[in-house]
């Protein structure tokens, strides 16, 4: 299909052309001026550069961006050596998703990717970096038994459900080289709020283990998962939410 790589500021320059003053979450756009006047030579330059690459094809993708059927949106922060966050959003309809990627870089750089339905969960997970299932076995783990007082402090539960307390800490107070979450919500927005109705769970890589998928609800789910089973859960998840 067809990809664009804008710089961060073309990228919010071209949503405010369709009526939105923010970014779709997760990306970001930070600019660095001093004077009113630099951000305005900034924003003509900007305008200048959009004007010579918008054409049909990147209207109707930033359509899609602006009122998807499904939104997927994933941010991940990392660790490892090598390895740096990564921010992205596809925005999905029952023809047609477009792919928002954004890496580190001085520019704050989106790449656009139109990309049949079927492929965004695997465009995402591309975008995750490749580690090995985690060795442990699926679980279900309760939360921490723990209550505050109205001064904040932690009072300790230790005399009710510290079996469970212990299998939580044991899973989860180890290294972790990176965690991410993933949300899948309907339709368009228009703030940074979460959607009531929106599903959500992380995925977290620990040190000398591997990749496990984290669901919390009443009680916290634990998968382990490579990139394939990454792909499957996104991608139930999409259909999901394009059923309802």
Same mark, same amino acid.
């Given at each position: 299909?067809?990809?664009?790589?804008?710089?961060?500021m073309?990228f919010?320059?071209? =949503?405010?052309?369709f009526?939105?003053? %923010?970014?779709?979450?997760?990306? +970001?756009?930070? @600019?660095?001026? $001093? *004077?009113? /006047?630099?951000?305005r030579r900034? %924003?003509?330059? #900007?305008?200048?550069?959009? /004007?010579a690459?918008?054409?049909?094809?990147?209207?109707a993708?930033?359509?899609?961006?602006?009122?998807? !059927? @499904?939104?997927?949106?994933?941010?991940? /922060?990392?660790?490892?050596l090598?390895?740096s966050?990564?921010?992205?959003? #596809?925005?999905? *309809?029952? $023809?047609?998703?477009?792919?928002?990627?954004?890496?580190?870089?001085? $520019? =704050?750089?989106?790449?656009?990717?139109?990309?049949?339905?079927?492929?965004?969960?695997?465009?995402?997970?591309?975008?995750?970096?490749?580690?090995q299932a985690?060795r442990?076995?699926?679980?279900?783990?309760?939360?921490? =038994?723990?209550?505050?007082?109205?001064?904040?402090?932690?009072?300790?539960?230790? *005399?009710?459900? !510290?079996?469970?307390?212990?299998k939580?800490?044991?899973?989860?107070? %180890?290294p972790?080289? #990176?965690?991410?979450? @993933?949300?899948?919500?309907?339709? +368009?927005?228009?703030?940074?709020?979460?959607?009531?109705d !929106?599903?959500?769970?992380?995925?977290?890589?620990? /040190?000398?283990?591997?990749?496990?998928? @984290?669901?919390?609800?009443?009680?916290?789910?634990?998968?382990?998962?490579?990139?394939?089973?990454?792909?499957?859960?996104?991608?139930?998840?999409?259909?999901?939410?394009? %059923?309802?």
């Amino acid at each position: 299909m067809t990809q664009w790589t804008v710089r961060g500021m073309d990228f919010a320059m071209l =949503c405010s052309r369709f009526g939105r003053d %923010r970014l779709p979450y997760p990306l +970001a756009v930070t @600019v660095d001026v $001093d *004077t009113e /006047d630099q951000l305005r030579r900034l %924003r003509r330059e #900007a305008s200048a550069r959009i /004007d010579a690459l918008v054409d049909e094809r990147l209207e109707a993708a930033i359509g899609v961006v602006i009122d998807p !059927a @499904v939104r997927i949106e994933c941010r991940s /922060d990392t660790h490892a050596l090598g390895q740096s966050p990564v921010r992205v959003h #596809a925005a999905v *309809t029952h $023809d047609l998703a477009v792919v928002l990627t954004q890496r580190p870089g001085p $520019d =704050c750089s989106v790449t656009i990717d139109t990309v049949t339905p079927a492929s965004a969960p695997v465009r995402i997970a591309e975008s995750v970096p490749t580690v090995q299932a985690g060795r442990r076995a699926a679980a279900t783990l309760e939360h921490p =038994c723990t209550a505050t007082t109205s001064s904040g402090a932690i009072l300790s539960t230790a *005399t009710r459900n !510290a079996t469970a307390d212990e299998k939580f800490e044991a899973f989860f107070a %180890r290294p972790r080289s #990176a965690v991410g979450e @993933v949300i899948v919500a309907r339709g +368009a927005t228009y703030d940074h709020r979460r959607d009531t109705d !929106a599903v959500s769970f992380f995925w977290m890589d620990f /040190d000398g283990d591997g990749r496990y998928l @984290v669901r919390s609800h009443a009680s916290i789910d634990v998968v382990p998962a490579d990139s394939t089973r990454l792909v499957a859960e996104i991608g139930r998840q999409l259909e999901s939410a394009l %059923r309802r």
